[in-house]
């Protein structure tokens, strides 16, 4: 499975962003999807989950209420709508997959396959 992230971008403190994630080589409708972050010097972060169907997600208690994942099957695509960006917010964002688990991944090293990221930058 490759996936591709795109949507980062420079942004003010409150604005948002959507990024995307486009998957090929797979049953996209197989795997369960997360965003990841990671700022400089820093470990890579949990941001958010959705499992195969779009039924249940799961967000880190950083992003809940501002965050939404999303998914299109028909697209192979995952979405993260941004809203109320913060400056601690800035990092590289990441998507990855993995094959269905009997719980939601939230670690790194739960998923297989990950694409490059994609640049957020929140200015305040």
């Known amino acids: 499975v490759q996936l591709q992230a795109s949507g980062g971008g420079l942004v003010q403190a409150g604005g948002s962003l959507r990024l995307s994630c486009a998957a090929s080589?797979?049953?996209?409708?197989?795997?369960?999807m997360g965003w990841f972050r990671q700022a400089p010097g820093e470990e890579r972060e949990f941001v958010a989950v959705?499992?195969?169907?779009?039924?249940?997600?799961y967000y880190a208690d950083s992003v809940k209420g501002r965050f939404t994942i999303s998914r299109d099957n028909a697209k192979a695509t995952v979405y993260l709508q941004m809203n109320s960006l913060k400056p601690e917010d800035t990092a590289n964002y990441y998507c990855a997959a993995v094959r269905t688990l009997g719980r939601m991944p939230t670690t790194p090293l739960d998923y297989t396959y990950w694409g490059q990221g994609t640049l957020v930058t929140v200015s305040s």
């Open positions: 080589g797979g049953t996209f409708s197989l795997y369960a």
């Open positions: 959705i499992n195969w169907s779009g039924g249940s997600t």
